[in-house]
């Protein structure tokens, strides 16, 4: 029996919503990761962009265990001396709250050019509305 593996432009592409209201960051996170690189699919291929698209909602009322939502910080450096800044979960969740699945989500893909263009097919919204009706997606459903 032969493996067969895929190859670029050879299969269909579907687009899915998720609502994050409620969700815990770490788990959807890693759910939406596995659905961008196309783990769902028997067509997998590691080398091969097999994924879907995904939308994400409500991204402001994602779920944090524990105490992360004060103690978590996130850290950026410009590379100047002394520049280096902290910011918290909180801080996200009122200026950016897109930020917080994104990060997830990337910090759950491989670390290669693949994984960003994996990356620009998640398309994360605060709210309720998003700009993707005419792609019809389907709503997925994590049990």
């Not at 990337?106 to 009706?133: C, F, I, S, W």
């Amino acid at each position: 029996m032969r493996t067969t593996l895929t190859k670029p432009g050879t299969f269909t592409q579907h687009w899915h919503i998720v609502d994050a209201n409620g969700q815990v960051l770490g788990r959807l996170a890693c759910k939406i990761a596995d659905i961008l690189r196309g783990r769902h699919k028997p067509i997998y291929t590691p080398n091969v962009d097999t994924g879907d698209f995904v939308i994400v909602v409500n991204a402001a009322k994602v779920r944090l265990t524990g105490k992360k939502e004060t103690q978590k910080q996130y850290m950026f450096f410009t590379g100047w001396v002394g520049r280096e800044r902290y910011r918290n979960v909180a801080h996200f969740r009122q200026h950016r709250p897109e930020f917080l699945i994104m990060n997830a989500v990337k910090g759950m893909l491989p670390e290669n050019r693949l994984a960003d263009k994996m990356l620009t097919k998640l398309k994360v919204y605060p709210g309720t509305q998003h700009p993707h009706e005419a792609q019809q997606p389907q709503p997925l459903v994590f049990s």
